[in-house]
């Protein structure tokens, strides 16, 4: 009995301080374990959830875990102070060409002209990119294979509707390699994760292509993007706008100008057409594309200080856009900034309106439960010059530079190593 | 007499005067330089020149150093106040020989593309680190260097495929010294050298085969670092002068580190660097620790070349761009005019490409400018630690056989009015 007392007390001993230890766990996990990255002390634009302000932003399990004033720091593994910073969903860069690839005859699908997006993104605050129309149905499994499941940036893509994508201009002319059938079956049924639209481009004839991808738009029920610029004379683009897109299609490249081939937004006594206000407001929406050749300050400043804005900010990278005027989505958007936009308007317009327009509403923000995909940027003040494809330059006092970026939970880039201890701090030096 | 020798005397002057100023006024007109560099600090260590001096440039060539460059004598000037300019940087150490194969160097994803980063940090060589072997170094020539803004040169390696993986890449049978040599001999304006890379046995064939190879060409080895059967003094031994020990500062299980538990560089490295052998940095993902980099440096082992092991799995850590690695060099106690000249005409010497990293007349235009940026920065090693620094270069302009490739703020540019 006394045996069996001492067992049974023993026993309950046993037991009481398991749980003890079990709940010390628990709540220790609770507290000291439950965050597992906080950025601490810096400035949110969160254009989504309307927040402009100081706030901590918590990540657990590579997802927003909460965004708040003052989140204490022993709750988190590490703590990131970005006191002084702009934290921000990470950028959606719209419009890029990263099938890259070494086929010879090709220029833009598989080919050199196009690059890995890895080494422009995490370093300019993209998490996300969206390649516009290099490939079509019949080479986009091999641009997946190839690059977008190899990449650690998110890839999403428009669907060329010519088939074999942006091989050459000259194939890019094949009407009937334009198969709306075909390509809207490859959304639907094949990669409805991956493609968010359609993409019409290079095209030297009348509308048959614009029409032929909107027949495509409609049938996979996605936006069509439309670089429309190769006709001699320019084909209309108010007819364009009013006969041939639909509310929520994409026209690109908006500030280009080359008025032999391609009718611009802004007239030559520098007015915006009165058309594109109204095409605006029908739900075309306007895409900046600035790439090698599509960029003007003679449109695009006209055009902001007479009220019409590009519903989203995105580079059109390539071989031939990345060491020009363009450099990199930071330096883009540090350009709208110098011409007089704000810096909220400016992420609005390259996170959570680009996601909007692709239907893509779990991206662009840093709603709780969300993908962690983050940006933090330093405003750096000084004197600095902004260029377009015209070798015309504009002088500025802002630029953005990207300070850190994560991709779902991950650091993929921190260029002062703020996320880093100090070397001697492991020895016990400091 | 008197008269009228002067009345002789003044139109003969007002003649001549004529004469030369139309011929002066000709001179200028006609532009004799395409850019004309005005206000900057020149760097060029080749020809001893580290003071304010104006730099011309014509048919992709130098044209003309001098204190003072009169501005209508070019049809461009560009003004770099306040700005450094440098010779057109060598990076030795990339891997650039990119493709479609999946998790592999030699034409697959794992390389990256020159242009992507080279000119965006004042770079206009790169020099592969044997990514290519003589059996595919045909095809990295015509899907990269041949399509490729940046001079792109090679180290040959003794692996016929290259980094190709293993178990290929270690395949002592396809090590062929003459052969390596011969393509050497048959490409002499893209390979600069012979490369011993990955082999994890204690077969020191490998390496003999490359040395041979090397002998053979007359060029140097360049020794990588994953060779784990070898010990570090038995490479270094082997070693010529002139040949290239990368991953310096490296402190992984595949090569021993250069420095002792007690913080003291090894006997043997000291004695290899007396003997000529050259260390590069070979920055990499993984190749670069300050526990080995700062006591190095401060008992005097400098790096020779500043290689950043470029590619796909180094570009977003602590290296991240050719610039970045001579900064935090910079911020390590090395002075700006220290990393400028071993990472321009230092390295040309080392890869014997004497015809770059400098500025003398009639060399090719290969032309870096930078802004030295004050601030607060913080570089980063392969350990993840960090240590911080003041200033930072940043490239604002990069000139290739005389064509502006880079232009961070529009100094080529003229300014947009709204017209």
């Known amino acids: 009995m006394l045996h069996f007392n001492t067992i049974y007390k023993g026993t309950v001993q046993l037991v009481l301080t398991g749980a003890f230890i079990f709940l010390n766990a628990v709540s220790s996990s609770l507290s000291a374990q439950e965050i597992d990255i906080l950025l601490k002390g810096g400035h949110v634009i969160d254009p989504k959830n309307g927040i402009d302000a100081v706030m901590d932003v918590g990540i657990a399990n590579r997802k927003i875990h909460q965004v708040a004033a003052n989140i204490p720091a022993n709750q988190a593994k590490q703590v990131i102070d970005v006191t002084g910073l702009y934290v921000t969903p990470g950028l959606i860069d719209m419009h890029v060409h990263v099938f890259h690839g070494t086929e010879d005859m090709s220029y833009i699908a598989d080919g050199h002209t196009s690059l890995p997006p890895d ?60 198969n709306p059938t075909m390509t809207a079956h490859m959304i639907t049924r094949l990669f409805p994760e991956v493609l968010v639209g359609i993409k019409s481009a290079h095209f030297w004839g009348g509308f048959t292509q614009v029409d032929l991808a909107v027949e495509a738009g409609t049938l996979a029920n996605v936006p069509v993007m439309v670089d429309f610029g190769e006709h001699q004379p320019p084909n209309s683009i108010e007819d364009l706008f009013m006969k041939h897109l639909r509310p929520g299609d994409i026209f690109t490249h908006t500030y280009s100008y080359g008025p032999a081939n391609r009718e611009t937004v802004v007239n030559e006594d520098l007015q915006v057409k009165p058309f594109i206000f109204e095409a605006q407001k029908r739900g075309i929406i306007f895409d900046v594309g600035h790439g090698g050749g599509a960029f003007s300050f003679r449109q695009a400043i006209p055009s902001l200080q007479q009220g019409f804005l590009p519903d989203v900010i995105s580079s059109d990278l390539h071989k031939d856009s990345m060491n020009g005027a363009f450099k990199d989505m930071a330096n883009l958007l540090s350009k709208f900034m110098n011409m007089g936009m704000s810096l909220s308007d400016v992420i609005l317009r390259s996170t959570w309106k680009p996601a909007q327009v692709l239907s893509r509403e779990d991206l662009g923000h840093l709603s709780v439960g969300t993908e962690a995909d983050i940006a933090v940027f330093s405003l750096r003040e000084g004197k600095f010059g902004f260029q377009d494809i015209r070798r015309t330059k504009i002088e500025g006092t802002q630029k953005l530079e990207a300070e850190l970026t994560i991709r779902a939970g991950r650091i993929m880039w921190d260029l002062n190593g703020i996320s880093a201890p100090h070397w001697e701090t492991e020895l016990g030096k400091k | ?111 990256v593309s020159p242009d992507d980063f080279t000119f965006r940090s004042g770079v206009t060589t790169v020099v592969d680190a044997g990514t ?44 062929n010294p003459e052969i390596t040599a011969q393509l050497i001999a ?46 570090l003094a038995d490479q270094l031994e082997r070693m010529r002068p002139g040949d290239i020990l990368s991953h310096t500062y490296e402190n992984i299980r595949d090569r021993e580190p250069i420095i002792d538990s007690l913080e003291k560089l090894l006997p043997e490295v000291k004695a290899a660097k007396v003997r000529g052998v050259l260390f590069d940095v070979s920055h990499g993902g993984a190749g670069f620790w300050f526990d080995q ?16 092991d470029l590619h796909r799995f180094s570009m977003n850590s602590g290296m991240k761009n050719f610039a970045n690695v001579l900064s935090k060099f910079m911020a390590m106690g090395m002075s700006l005019e220290a990393v ?68 961070l703020n529009g100094l080529s540019a003229s300014p947009y009015h709204n017209n």
């Open chain 2, 1 to 111: 007499m008197k008269d009228t020798a002067r009345q002789f005397c003044m139109p003969h002057r007002f003649f001549l005067f004529l004469f030369f100023g139309i011929g002066i006024g000709t001179v200028s007109l006609a532009q004799v330089h395409d850019i004309i560099l005005v206000n900057g600090h020149l760097i060029d260590a080749k020809n001893g020149l580290n003071e304010p001096m104006d730099v011309a440039i014509l048919d992709g060539k130098i044209s003309k150093i001098a204190k003072k460059i009169l501005p209508e004598e070019g049809k461009r000037v560009i003004d770099v106040h306040g700005l450094i300019i440098s010779p057109g940087l060598i990076d030795p150490h990339t891997h650039v020989y990119v493709g479609e194969k999946p998790r592999t160097f030699s034409g697959g994803s794992s390389s």
């Open chain 2, 186 to 231: 048959n490409y002499p304006q893209y390979l600069v050298g012979v490369k011993i890379g990955h082999y994890a046995g204690k077969d020191w064939t490998p390496f003999d085969r490359a040395l041979e190879a090397a002998n053979l060409a007359n060029v140097p080895l360049l020794v990588e670092c994953h060779l784990p059967g070898y010990s």
């Open chain 2, 340 to 407: 400028l000249t071993q990472a321009s005409w230092k390295t040309a010497e080392a890869i014997k490409q004497e015809d770059i990293g400098h500025l003398s007349v009639e060399a090719v235009a290969d032309i870096a400018i930078f802004r030295l940026r004050d601030g607060a920065f913080g570089f980063v090693d392969s350990a993840g630690q960090r240590i911080n620094g003041k200033q930072l270069l940043e490239t604002e302009l990069t000139i290739r056989a005389g064509r502006v490739v880079y232009d």
């Open chain 1, 119 to 178: 080494g422009f993104t995490f370093r300019s605050g993209v998490t996300t990119v969206v390649d516009a129309g290099s490939s079509g149905w019949r080479n986009f499994r091999l641009f997946k294979d190839q690059t977008i499941d190899r990449s650690q940036t998110r890839i999403l893509a428009f669907l060329n509707i010519v088939g074999t994508g942006m091989y050459g201009r000259f194939e890019e002319q094949d009407v009937s390699d334009m």
């Open chain 2, 132 to 175: 290519s072997g003589w059996r595919n170094f045909e095809d990295f020539k015509a899907s990269v260097i041949d399509v490729s803004q940046t001079r792109v040169l090679a180290f040959l390696n003794i692996a016929g495929g290259g980094m190709q993986g293993n178990p290929a890449q270690e395949d002592i049978t396809d090590m």
């Open chain 2, 293 to 308: 980099a700062i006591p190095a440096l401060r008992q005097g082992l400098t790096p020779d070349t500043f290689g950043t």
